[in-house]
């Protein structure tokens, strides 16, 4: 099994495409459960970033042959319902 090095706050919301405030709001606000901690800074394991990744509806990709990310892609857009009375 490969090991997976933790990572900062600012660089998971740099790979799920979000601000750094934004992620640890979702920390604070116990949206998203809080991931280790290292002094007063969060380390986020593989699972913490894959638990964010969904909370923020971004898609994660898990490494394949062991490095620490393999990278996450942006979800597909939702789909819009026609406008009402429109084509």
Known sequence: MATFNFLSTRQVATLLGIKPASLS???WARR????????RSFAW???DVARAARAFGV???RPAAGGPLA??????PAET???IGGV
Do not use: M, S, T
């Open 25 to 27: 709001l979702a920390v």
């Open 59 to 61: 898609k994660f990709i």
């Open 45 to 47: 394991g593989e699972e």
């Open 71 to 76: 990278g996450v892609a942006a979800a597909p």
């Open 81 to 83: 319902p026609p406008a």
């Open 32 to 39: 998203l459960p809080e991931p280790q901690r290292i002094g």
